[in-house]
């Protein structure tokens, strides 16, 4: 409605109602700057939420498939692969590619694997991936089974992997491996 006429025509041209006008104009260019930078950080999440998910895929692929060493080039150079809940006798932390490498080179010669039912969680930060999954396969030296469940909270910078924190039940793998002292360096 025009002011004029809601205001009774003299009011509208006094400074104080022209002040009140250029505000409320200023106010929505504000919230309409606001709302298209919030759209374009919104993008911005996806773009980096969408590159950590592809990111952890490849790690899915690349160990499934035993293509260890394009799995250690996922991760930073000081990039760090955790397990919270080790098997006895089984180091809990590795940092960098070296360790990576050397922890997980003999993986593809202990389990035959495939990685099904991914399921990623809705996190805040958009460089954090958290997913569940399963693994099917076998113990490539018993011909056991290996069935596991997963959840893993992974941590990536630059599309790169940082910290990967691997939640799993070591048991599952020793009976696998048909082991009681626990489970092999690189055989999880």
Known sequence: MDRRKLLGGALAATPLIAAISTTTAQADSHTSTR????????????????????????????LSSGRIPEWVNLFTKDGVLEFPYPPTGTPDYFKGHAALYDYMQHFPET????????????????????????????????GKSYNQ????????????????????????????????????????
């Open 35 to 62: 709302k298209r930078g919030s759209a374009m950080s919104q993008h911005h999440n996806d773009a980096i939420r969408a590159r950590a998910r592809q990111t952890f895929k490849h790690h899915l692929e690349y």
């Open 111 to 142: 389990f035959r694997l495939k990685f099904v039912n991914v399921r990623f969680h809705e996190t805040a930060d958009p460089a954090l991936v958290i997913a569940e999954f399963n693994s099917e396969g076998i113990a490539i030296s018993t």
């Open 149 to 188: 469940t997963y959840i893993s909270v992974v941590e990536t910078r630059d599309g790169k992997i940082s910290h990967y924190k691997d939640f799993w039940n070591p048991l599952i793998g020793m009976e696998a491996l048909g082991s009681s002292t626990g489970i092999p360096t690189g055989a999880n």
